[in-house]
């Protein structure tokens, strides 16, 4: 059974940094693209960021590029997503998804709260 | 970036009666032999669930009142008679550009 749990979230004032975290079982994580989507309270789905299973290329949206990291451990099966100069706008339940055929998502975590207020 | 626009915001239907939910692309989401249009269920408290891939292909595991059309700009998810669970938010999301980007969401909510 495929399982991806998201840990990390939490209260950070604005400016400060987090660091999202995605276990994965249940797969041969290696061989897939993960990506990291978020959503707003009561709003809609933003893909943040992915990163290839094979070269590891990464991939960003505007609204977080050279604020935003990922990055995976196979020997882990763990995803992660580093977030520094956090803003208010970052304000989201950030879900784990796993990536059946690039950009296709097949499985999600349940999303673990990033909170930006001071 | 591909904007999706989707219509009506909010489907106020009863069980049983059909459902057409429509998804506007900016910018076409097809190549010659893919159409790069995913469709996603989402319910309250919980995670969204892969619907639709390629603009008509069913996702393992869901039933055959799902059904997905278009190409181009322009596609269609329809349910043909609504069950109590298939009330819930539905998002159309491209991938034939990055950003991956998902529309508003359209709410089939009981009337």
């Known amino acids: 059974e495929v399982q991806l749990v998201e840990s990390g979230g939490g209260l950070v004032q604005p400016g400060g940094s987090l660091r999202l975290s995605c276990a994965a079982s249940g797969f041969t994580f290696r061989n897939y693209a993960m990506s990291w989507v978020r959503q707003a309270p009561g709003k809609g789905l933003e893909c943040v960021s992915t990163?290839?299973?094979?070269?590891?290329?990464?991939y960003y949206a505007d609204s977080v590029k050279g604020r935003f990291t990922i990055s995976r451990d196979d020997s882990k099966n763990t995803l992660y997503l580093q977030m520094n100069s956090l803003r208010a706008e970052d304000t989201a339940l950030y879900y784990c998804a796993k990536d059946l055929d690039w950009g296709r998502y097949d499985y999600w975590g349940q999303g673990t709260l990033v909170t930006i207020s001071s | 970036e591909i904007v999706l626009t989707q219509s009506p915001a909010t489907l106020s239907l009863s069980p049983g009666e059909r459902a057409t939910l429509s998804c506007r692309a900016s910018?076409?989401?097809?190549?010659?032999?893919?159409?790069?249009l995913v469709w996603y269920q989402q319910k309250p408290g919980q995670a969204p669930r892969l619907l639709m891939y390629?603009?008509?292909n069913r996702a393992t595991g869901i039933p055959a009142r799902f059904s997905g059309s278009g190409s181009g700009t322009d596609f269609t998810l329809t349910i043909s008679s609504l069950e109590p669970e298939d009330f819930a938010v539905y998002y159309c999301?491209?991938?034939?550009?990055?950003?991956?980007?998902f529309g508003q969401g359209t709410k089939v909510e009981i009337k």
């Open positions: 999301q491209q991938r034939s550009n990055w950003p991956w980007t």
């Open positions: 990163i290839s299973g094979s070269d590891r290329t990464t």
């Open positions: 390629d603009a008509s």
């Open positions: 910018q076409s989401v097809s190549s010659y032999l893919i159409t790069y």
